[in-house]
Structure formats: structure tokens, C-alpha cells
């Protein structure tokens, strides 16, 4: 344009005033071509930083290299920025479907909420261990766990707690805050705490039944071998003179019944055996119907010689549950039996046992009787090695039934109001 520019005035002054005609076209053209030359790249620049702004990095620049060097430089400059960007996001977006993955799949439930109590995220652990399958905000928790949204806002970060649920869980719950972009955000860990303490509980009373039963067992076999060694001078050794035949007579009765006490106490701490040995379940797949069904044939005649009424529903038909057939037939041919004895004195009694699928895909077996109850003090304690309300029993069925299914992975409960009759609950993992 310069030289255009200085040509035209050249001609003009050496006298060639028309020519300078020929020379304006070409000025206009050459200015057309700088607008359009910096309107390219301006398009250019405008087209990159939109891309940015909303992270569309499909774009793609063109060589352009009927323009230059320059612009070829430039576009490939361009290009090689937005592909950077675009690893980025996608290495961002990896990451968080990584870490998204993890906390839907642990089983530590997780959940986060705003200063105003909105849930941004809940992982699917959160739902089955609150037993809730949608929370918007904490304030919905009041209705089934009530106390406890007060206590989730409240709860300094760092700070633990244990929180009991309806269902007799033990939560562990743990706070902590994080602020995104100026918002401060509480992260909420809950952990059920619940099996740990039964195991921690059920390996105290392992180890106090092995060391009680291995020192009754010392102190008591010699007892026993020396009761036998003196029955025997008694009746070989000991000559029986006159007037002394009824004193010899009671020693005999008082020496066989020390041996059988002996004895007694002998075959009741055998019983603990089992308590201390059992063996791992052999888990296989087990209709729940049929395996009610087979328990129950069992137990009828028995229940129709003592007036029992039995009912029996499981619903749906199909329910399955993963477990060791003989131990799980072991606790419900317990429970029954224990219900059956509830009901000795009882009118009209009735036994019914059913079978369902509740929350969070868990089997759950109910074995309900009319009879007078169990007291609140007793409740406590049924599950207790050697505790027990009957005359003769030996205070190990509950107990050991408990132990299989903690060896299942699930809980055995009781519910029993005063003389409203008494419900075992059987819940195990489908």
C-alpha cells in the first residue's frame, strides 16, 4: 500500500495526472485485502478463546498456508494448545469416574451436604446402612432416624461419634469439611460397627469358655479317677464287720454320687465344645421356602401333640439365600424349640414363621410366638454363654446360634414387649 501509495504520487507530480486513476483500484483492492487479512485473524482469535470458554475442544484449525508461514504457525500453535486442554479434561474427567467408582462401590457410606443441609452426593452404602432409598436433604432423616440430623449438622469436623440405630446397628460416624470455590461443604463417613463388636464380644466369651472349661476339666477328671480308685477299695478292700454294713452303704451312695455330679459337670462343659469348635459355614445357594418347609416337618408332630398352632409364610416364593444348610437348619430347629417351650403354659398358643425380602436385598426370617415374653433384664443376656431361663438347660443354643450367623454375616435379634409374646429375627445378606 505504501508503494502504491508513493507511485500514484510520483505519477502525479511528473505531470501523469490521469494515471494516478489506474492507481486508486489497486489502493482499494490492497486495503480490502488488510480487512480481510485481519478480520481472518480475528475470526481466528475469537474462534480459540470461545472454544476454551466452553471446553469445546473438537475444534481444529486449518493449515492456511495459502496465507503465509505465519498463519500456519499460528493454527498449529492453536491446535496444539486445545489438545493439551483436551488430555486435561479428560485425564480430570478419568480421575473423577475413578474416585466416583471407588465411593459407589465401598462399603463405608459417604455423603456430603451444603451449610443448608442439600445432599450433593450419597453413594449407595449411605442408603442401606440409614435402611433410606432417596435423601434430598438431611432434614428427611428426621422421620426415620430422628436426632440424627440434628446431630450430623452439629458435629464438629474431625470429631467421631456412635450413633444406635432403630435396628440395633452401631454407626460409626466421622465428619469432616472441605470448601469448593468459597462454599464449605461437610463430608460424612458412616461405618457399621455393629458385626465388629459382636465378633470382638464373641471372641471374649470363646477364649473365657476355653480356659473355664479346660481348668473344670483338670480339676474335675482327677476327682472322677480317684472316686472310681476308692469305689473300688470300698468294695474289694474294706471289710465289712459288724454293725458297720449301714455306714459302708452310705459311703457307697455318697461316692456314686459324687461320681455322678462329677460326671455331670464333666458332660456340661463338653457341651461348650461346640461353642469354641465351630466349624466354617459351607455356603451354597438355598431356597428359603423349602428350607423352612423341611424344618418345620421336623417340629410338627411335636407341635400338634402340644396344642401348637403353626403358621408359616414366605413371600415371595423364590427368595434364595447364600448359606451353610445344616447350621441354618441348626438355628431355626433351636429357635422353634425355644419358642415351643415359651409356650408350655400358655392358651391358645401359636408359632408362625415367615419369610422376607426387606430393605437393601436382606433375607429376613421372623419366628414369632404368644407367649408371655422375656423380661427386659433376661433380653440382655440370652445370647450370653451358660445363660439360660430353663430348668435344664444349658445355656448354650441361643449363644450358638448367634455365633452361626454372625459366621454368616448376619444378626440375630430378639423383640419381646412384656406379655405380648416374643419375635426372633433371623437377618441374613441375600
Known amino acids: 500500500m505504501i508503494v502504491t501509495i508513493m507511485a500514484g504520487c510520483w505519477l502525479w507530480w511528473t505531470g501523469y495526472p490521469l494515471t494516478v486513476i489506474l492507481v486508486i483500484p489497486l489502493l482499494i483492492g490492497q486495503v480490502m485485502a488488510l480487512y480481510y487479512y485481519l478480520n481472518r485473524v480475528n475470526r481466528k482469535l475469537t474462534l480459540f478463546?470461545?472454544?476454551?470458554?466452553?471446553?469445546?475442544?473438537s475444534i481444529r484449525f486449518s493449515a492456511d498456508n495459502k496465507l503465509g508461514k505465519s498463519f500456519s504457525a499460528l493454527n498449529h500453535q492453536f491446535n496444539e494448545v486445545l489438545e493439551a486442554f483436551r488430555q486435561t479434561r479428560a485425564e480430570r474427567e478419568a480421575n473423577l469416574k475413578y474416585i466416583d467408582t471407588i465411593i459407589q462401590h465401598i462399603s463405608i457410606g459417604v455423603l456430603s451436604f451444603d451449610p443448608d443441609g442439600k445432599i450433593e452426593l450419597i453413594n449407595p452404602a449411605a442408603f442401606r446402612l440409614m435402611g433410606i432409598y432417596r435423601l434430598r436433604y438431611i432434614d428427611e432423616l428426621k422421620h426415620s432416624h430422628p436426632g440424627l440430623p440434628e446431630l450430623l449438622l452439629e458435629l464438629p469436623a474431625g470429631q467421631k461419634m456412635l450413633y444406635a440405630t432403630q435396628n440395633g446397628q452401631q454407626l460409626s460416624i466421622q465428619a469432616t469439611t472441605v470448601r469448593l470455590q468459597g462454599r464449605l461443604v461437610k463430608l460424612?463417613?458412616?461405618?457399621?460397627?455393629?458385626?465388629?463388636?459382636?465378633?470382638?464380644?464373641?471372641?471374649?466369651?470363646?477364649?473365657?469358655?476355653?480356659?473355664?472349661r479346660h481348668e473344670i476339666m483338670n480339676s474335675v477328671t482327677p476327682i472322677v479317677s480317684l472316686i472310681g480308685t476308692m469305689q473300688e477299695i470300698v468294695e474289694h478292700d474294706i471289710a465289712v464287720q459288724e454293725g458297720q454294713a449301714e455306714a459302708v452303704g452310705d459311703l457307697k451312695e455318697a461316692l456314686e454320687t459324687i461320681e455322678s455330679r462329677s460326671k455331670g459337670i464333666m458332660n456340661f462343659v463338653n457341651a461348650y465344645r461346640d461353642y469354641t469348635t465351630l466349624p466354617k459355614p459351607q455356603f451354597t445357594t438355598i431356597n428359603l421356602k423349602q428350607l423352612i418347609q423341611s424344618v418345620s416337618n421336623l417340629l410338627l408332630a411335636d407341635m400338634k401333640a402340644a396344642g401348637i398352632t403353626y403358621h408359616m409364610h414366605v413371600s415371595p416364593d423364590n427368595i434364595e439365600v447364600h448359606a451353610d444348610e445344616t447350621q441354618l437348619q441348626m438355628v431355626l430347629i433351636n429357635l422353634l424349640k425355644n419358642a415351643m417351650d415359651a409356650l408350655e403354659h400358655t392358651d391358645d398358643p401359636v408359632i408362625s414363621v415367615k419369610g422376607s425380602l426387606g430393605n437393601a436385598q436382606q433375607v429376613t426370617i421372623e419366628i414369632i410366638d404368644n407367649g408371655p415374653g422375656i423380661d427386659a433384664e433376661a433380653q440382655e443376656k440370652i445370647f450370653i454363654p451358660f445363660f439360660t431361663t430353663k430348668k435344664k438347660g444349658s445355656g448354650i443354643g441361643l449363644s450358638l446360634s448367634q455365633q452361626i450367623i454372625q459366621m454368616h454375616g448376619g444378626q440375630l435379634k430378639v423383640v419381646s414387649p412384656p406379655g405380648k409374646g416374643t419375635t426372633f429375627y433371623v437377618l441374613l445378606p441375600n
Open 49 to 57: 478463546l470461545e472454544a476454551i470458554r466452553y471446553e469445546d475442544f
Open 188 to 212: 460424612i463417613s458412616l461405618q457399621n460397627i455393629h458385626a465388629e463388636l459382636q465378633q470382638k464380644e464373641l471372641e471374649a466369651w470363646q477364649n473365657l469358655t476355653k480356659i473355664l
